[in-house]
């Protein structure tokens, strides 16, 4: 009888928090559509400084999406703060590549940024960038087990290959073009990099504030992260400028180096 009544008290307790758990998740969802209501009356009404700093509040709390990471971008842009622009809208276009608002957006931002040469050519980012890692990972894998089972198949079946041959050139020409973009794709989304985001950032030749100043980088550019170290990052730039900055002046995309 007491083991009955012990179970009964355990599914009861079970259910409680059941449903506790899923009244403050319906609460949080509500508080997070109201805030990104909010902040949105806020752009509409070209307060985009407060805009950006309400969205980056729901950022904070975990509740990203493509639509958050280019409205945080786009507050960002037309609050003429370029670095942070280029960083929310390059978050928003990993997940959305092919949103033209995003890709509009992010060359006008990186265009009035004109903070360098960029670390990869225009046409080649634009490729790369026109999938996500995963659909380009899928259709270089495919392209090559298709060739695979194809030259295979031409071996154990040699009476196949009549009709099978056609096929294999245009599967390793797919597979040999799809391949490199893979890598590409999967060495953007694995490689550190930063993005400046204030006016002017040194760089210097240590990572220390006394250590001399090898150049400075401007709002919006973007470097390679090789290093840190105690508050400072190691980067590279496409013209092979090394050196130190402060974390403080930069957002890290990446930062598994």
């Keep these: 009888m007491r083991r009955h009544f012990t179970k009964i008290i355990f599914r009861w307790f079970a259910m409680a928090t059941f449903?506790?758990?899923?009244?403050?998740?319906?609460?949080?969802?509500?508080?997070?559509?109201?805030?990104?209501?909010?902040?949105?009356?806020?752009?509409?009404?070209?307060?985009?400084a407060e805009?950006?700093?309400?969205?980056?509040?729901?950022?904070?709390?975990?509740?990203?999406?493509p639509e958050l990471y280019f409205n945080l971008?786009?507050?960002?842009?037309?609050?003429?703060?370029?670095?942070?622009?280029?960083?929310?809208?390059?978050?928003?276009q990993r997940i959305t590549p092919?949103?033209?608002?995003?890709?509009?957006?992010?060359?006008?931002?990186?265009?009035?940024?004109?903070?360098?040469?960029?670390?990869?050519s225009q046409l080649w980012r634009d490729l790369t960038n026109w999938l996500t890692l995963g659909e380009w990972a899928a259709l270089a894998s495919l392209a090559l087990w298709l060739w695979i089972c194809i030259l295979t198949a031409n071996?154990?079946?040699?009476?196949?290959?009549?009709?099978?041959?056609p096929w294999?050139?245009?599967?390793?020409?797919?597979a040999m073009l799809l391949l490199p973009l893979a890598s590409s794709a999967w060495l953007q989304q694995t490689r550190a990099e930063v993005v400046v985001i204030v006016k002017e950032a040194v760089v210097r030749f240590g990572p220390l504030e006394e250590s001399q100043t090898a150049h400075t980088l401007t709002d919006g550019?973007?470097?390679?992260?090789?290093?840190?170290?105690?508050g400072w990052f190691r980067v590279i730039d496409a013209a092979g400028r090394e050196g130190w900055i402060r974390v403080d002046q930069i957002a890290v995309l990446n930062p598994g180096y």
């Design 98 to 120: 092919r949103d033209g608002d995003t890709q509009r957006n992010l060359q006008f931002a990186r265009a009035k940024a004109a903070s360098g040469r960029p670390l990869e």
């Design 221 to 230: 550019a973007e470097v390679r992260a090789l290093d840190e170290q105690r």
């Design 168 to 174: 294999l050139a245009p599967l390793g020409i797919a």
């Design 51 to 65: 805009a950006a700093a309400a969205y980056e509040a729901i950022a904070r709390f975990g509740k990203v999406s």
């Design 19 to 48: 449903l506790v758990q899923g009244l403050l998740g319906a609460t949080s969802m509500e508080n997070s559509t109201e805030a990104f209501t909010q902040a949105n009356v806020l752009f509409e009404t070209d307060r985009y």
């Design 155 to 165: 071996q154990l079946r040699p009476g196949w290959r009549d009709w099978t041959r």
């Design 73 to 92: 971008g786009t507050a960002h842009l037309k609050a003429d703060q370029l670095g942070r622009a280029i960083f929310y809208l390059r978050q928003a």
